[in-house]
């Protein structure tokens, strides 16, 4: 049998994802898209018109805390992060059960500790201000590590339900 053969439903179910994409998805493409619109006027600036942009590094480097932060927000909400499922799927159902909820509260807890401490970091840096944007720290960079802890801790409580595969 050839192991390229497609299941005759995967083209369509993924059609059937892009065209499901959240506000959250849509968020974090538009957040990609800005960060390359910005470098690519940096490069432009840089390169062809020989003036470079004052804030374009900063703006970037910003941005993508945020786009990582978040992404792994979504990565969690999806359950898509990576795995080594060799030894898992070695144990019976309810070990794996079990595994699963204790990787969960770890993961959790993990997360309520974020949130309390970006919290603090958070008020910890009002006044600083952003070097060449001149933006408060607390939002453009520090504001990314609460949100994302908390929007881990939504996802983790209150998982999306799955579809049911309808063959």
């Not at 960060?35 to 062809?48: G, K, P």
């Not at 941005?63 to 792994?72: K, R």
């Not at 909400?77 to 059960?97: T, W």
Request: charged residues 15%.
């Amino acid at each position: 049998m050839d192991t390229h053969d497609h299941h005759p439903t995967g083209d369509l179910e993924s059609a059937n994802r892009r065209q499901r994409l959240s506000w959250f998805d849509k968020l974090l493409i538009l957040h990609f898209i800005v960060i390359l619109v910005i470098m690519t006027l940096a490069v432009i600036f840089r390169y062809v018109i020989n003036q470079s942009l004052s804030w374009s590094d900063e703006a970037v480097r910003y941005l993508f805390v945020w786009l990582t932060l978040l992404g792994s927000s979504l990565v969690l909400r999806d359950k898509a992060h990576i795995q080594v499922e060799f030894f898992i799927e070695l144990l019976p159902p309810s070990a794996r059960h079990v595994l699963a909820f204790l990787s969960d509260s770890l993961v959790l807890a993990f997360n309520v500790v974020l949130l309390v401490l970006g919290v603090q970091w958070f008020f910890a840096t009002a006044g600083i201000q952003t070097a060449a944007l001149r933006l408060p720290v607390k939002f453009v960079l520090y504001g990314a590590l609460p949100v994302s802890a908390l929007l881990n801790i939504v996802f983790l409580l209150f998982p999306e339900k799955k579809e049911e595969n309808q063959s």
